[in-house]
C-alpha cells in the first residue's frame, strides 16, 4: 500500500488534484475516472450497432430517458429514427416560402420599376402598370428564390460544408457510409453524465461504445 510523503502533501491525494479550466465538458466524468482529467475535452460518447433494428431502438430508449442533444448516423436515410431522436420539425419550409415571398416582390418589382417608373412606353394604348403581363416573370422568379432558399438554407441548417467534425476520431466511424450505425449523446446536453451515458449505451446491445473527442 502506498504511504504519504510527509515531504510531499500532494502524494497519494489524487483526489485533491484541481481540474484544468481549459477542460470543457462534465465534470461528473472526471470525478469517476481520474485518468480523464488530463484528456482532451469530450464532444460526448457514441455507440456502434450492427442493424438499423438495433439503432431505433436504442435511439427511442435514449430519447426515453430525457435525452435531447442526440444523433444517429446510417448508410442510407432511416425514416423511423429521426422521430426516435425528437426530429420532428424543421425550419426550412419556413425558409423556403419567405424566399419565395421575397423572390415575388423583386421579380413584379422589378417590372414595375421598368414599366411605370424609369422607362414607360403606351404600347397599344394599354396602362404602364400593366400588371397581368408581368405575372409570368413574377412567377418565374419565385420559383428561382425558392429554389435557391431550399438549398442554401439545408446547407446553413445541417452546417455544410463541414470538413471536419469530432465524430470522425471514432473508431470504425468510416463503416456509417457502408454497413454499421452509430448513436451518438453529445456532452452539451443538460442532462449528460458520462457514466450513466456510457452504461446506457452499453445495455441497448451495441457492439461498441466509446468516448468522442473534441
Known amino acids: 500500500m502506498a504511504q504519504d510523503d510527509p515531504e510531499n502533501p500532494t502524494?497519494?491525494?489524487?483526489?485533491?488534484?484541481?481540474?484544468?479550466?481549459?477542460?470543457?465538458?462534465?465534470?461528473?466524468?472526471?470525478?469517476?475516472?481520474?485518468?480523464?482529467?488530463?484528456?482532451?475535452?469530450?464532444?460526448?460518447?457514441?455507440?456502434?450497432?450492427?442493424?438499423?433494428?438495433?439503432?431505433?431502438?436504442?435511439?427511442r430508449k435514449v430519447y426515453e430517458q430525457g435525452y435531447r442533444r442526440i444523433n444517429g448516423y446510417s448508410p442510407y436515410p432511416?425514416?423511423?429514427?429521426?422521430?426516435?431522436?425528437?426530429?420532428?420539425?424543421?425550419?426550412?419550409?419556413?425558409?423556403?416560402?419567405?424566399?419565395?415571398?421575397?423572390?415575388?416582390?423583386?421579380?413584379?418589382g422589378m417590372q414595375y420599376y421598368m414599366e411605370v417608373i424609369d422607362y414607360p412606353l403606351n404600347v397599344g394604348g394599354k396602362p404602364y402598370n400593366s400588371w397581368p403581363a408581368f405575372i409570368p416573370i413574377?412567377?418565374?422568379?419565385?420559383?428561382?428564390?425558392?429554389?435557391?432558399?431550399?438549398?442554401?438554407?439545408?446547407?446553413?441548417?445541417?452546417k455544410l460544408p463541414q470538413p471536419y467534425h469530432p465524430v470522425f476520431n471514432t473508431p470504425n466511424f468510416a463503416l456509417a457510409t457502408r454497413d454499421r450505425f452509430f448513436l451518438a449523446v453529445e456532452a452539451n446536453d443538460p442532462k449528460f453524465e458520462h457514466d450513466k451515458v456510457f452504461a446506457l449505451l452499453q445495455s441497448l446491445n451495441a457492439t461498441e461504445v466509446s468516448d468522442v473527442e473534441v
Open 11 to 59: 502524494h497519494g491525494r489524487r483526489d485533491e488534484v484541481e481540474r484544468p479550466s481549459s477542460l470543457s465538458g462534465p465534470i461528473s466524468s472526471s470525478a469517476h475516472h481520474p485518468h480523464r482529467r488530463h484528456a482532451p475535452p469530450l464532444y460526448g460518447v457514441i455507440a456502434e450497432f450492427e442493424t438499423p433494428g438495433d439503432l431505433v431502438h436504442a435511439a
Open 138 to 158: 413574377t412567377f418565374e422568379c419565385i420559383v428561382l428564390a425558392a429554389a435557391f432558399s431550399a438549398v442554401l438554407g439545408m446547407l446553413i441548417l445541417n
Open 78 to 108: 432511416i425514416e423511423e429514427l429521426s422521430e426516435a431522436i425528437g426530429f420532428t420539425h424543421t425550419s426550412l419550409p419556413l425558409i423556403v416560402f419567405i424566399g419565395g415571398v421575397l423572390g415575388g416582390i423583386a421579380g413584379f
